[in-house]
């Protein structure tokens, strides 16, 4: 049997609006009818930022299993302790597992997890730590953990694969201070990234950067129809979140977003934000920022350091520069208040 061939953009329509009836009957029951809906998006709607809080779709992902507004300031810090020589030790348990994560409102992803969560958790330590993660793989596939930053070989989690029930301890100081990343390292890496096994690795450097508002992204995309293509792209896993949970932010307070790109089958991401310009640092390994700009753009690892300040209040989009990309739901709302 046949089955009509969608666009990728037709998929997160239909599977947000729900008129293919495996996602979204019960809640177009309660919001209204395709009818209504469809036009207004096809036509791209009269008004652009009505269509834009159209494509955050009908309903709402499950926030209890996992919140992107929550993601933002969720760090760990590990459990801290201290060695015989005063380093400060750091300790974090990492275990992964297959899991069904929710990337849309009734678009669900069989992912493979770090603590139950896509991304895993944002570790964070300051530079000199002595960091030690221990890893237990409950995933149905041989895992790793590769961190980026400068360790001993063993510890780079790329020759050591870690079968299932088994556990690694991996051992380094944290090092350089910077905005950095890990994910699994096992072949075909394209899968065992892109099925979600990444997260954040904050190096503070010795001497803090100042108090500010901050906020961790990950560029993320999704292929749930597995042709090796991406349907969903977000940052922090659900698209649109941030357009039904905008972030608040204060006028004049200082922003820092840790952003982050991990997205699988494109070359590059991107991020704008509107009516606003930032100060990037790049990977974060220094505290001269590289440029001042709107928009910048990121292969897959690559990372930076964005600090911004709002002058007016309003609601603020802030997306990809790629189109495509922010129509699947890479596009959110800042909430500036007096
Ligand atoms: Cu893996």
Redesign the pocket.
């Known amino acids: 049997m046949s089955k009509p061939k969608l666009s990728r953009r037709d998929f997160l329509m239909v599977g947000t609006i729900g008129t293919a009836g495996v996602l979204g009957a019960a809640a177009l029951a309660k919001q209204g009818s395709p009818a209504q809906a469809s036009p207004a998006r096809q036509k791209g709607g009269g008004d652009p930022y009505d269509s834009h809080f159209g494509l955050g779709g009908v309903g709402d992902t499950d926030l209890s299993a996992f919140d992107p507004s929550a993601y933002l300031t969720d760090f760990d810090y590990g459990q801290v302790s201290q060695l015989d020589n005063g380093q400060t030790l750091r300790e974090y348990t990492i275990v992964?597992l297959d899991k069904e994560i929710e990337v849309a409102p009734g678009i669900y992803f069989p992912a493979?997890t770090y603590n139950g969560q896509v991304p895993g958790p944002t570790l964070r330590a300051t530079a000199g730590d002595r960091i030690r993660i221990h890893f237990k793989n409950l995933?149905s596939?041989?895992?790793?953990l590769h961190f980026h930053g400068i360790h001993p070989v063993n510890m780079d989690g790329v020759w050591e694969l870690v079968e299932n029930g088994q556990s690694y301890t991996y051992e380094f100081d944290a090092e350089p201070f910077g905005l950095h990343l890990y994910h699994?390292?096992?072949i075909p890496l394209k899968?065992?990234?892109h099925?979600g096994?990444y997260g954040v690795f904050i190096v503070d450097p010795p001497t803090p950067r100042p108090p500010a508002r901050e906020l961790v992204m990950m560029m993320n995309g999704f292929d749930t129809n597995f042709d090796g293509d991406n349907e969903i792209y977000a940052v922090n896993t659900v698209g649109f979140h941030f357009m039904r949970h905008p972030i608040s932010i204060k006028k004049d307070e200082l922003v820092r977003i840790y952003l982050v790109n991990i997205t699988e089958f494109d070359p590059i991401n991107s991020i704008h934000i509107h009516a606003n310009f930032f100060d990037i640092y790049r990977t974060g390994t220094r505290l001269e920022p590289d440029g001042f700009t709107d928009t910048a753009m990121f292969c897959q690892g690559e990372r930076a350091i964005l600090e911004f300040r709002y002058k007016f209040p309003g609601r603020f989009i802030f997306h990809a520069h790629q189109s495509e990309f922010s129509e699947l739901g890479w596009l959110g709302v800042l909430e500036v208040t007096e």
């Open positions: 992964s493979w995933g596939h041989p895992h790793t699994c390292h096992t899968a065992h990234i099925k096994l």
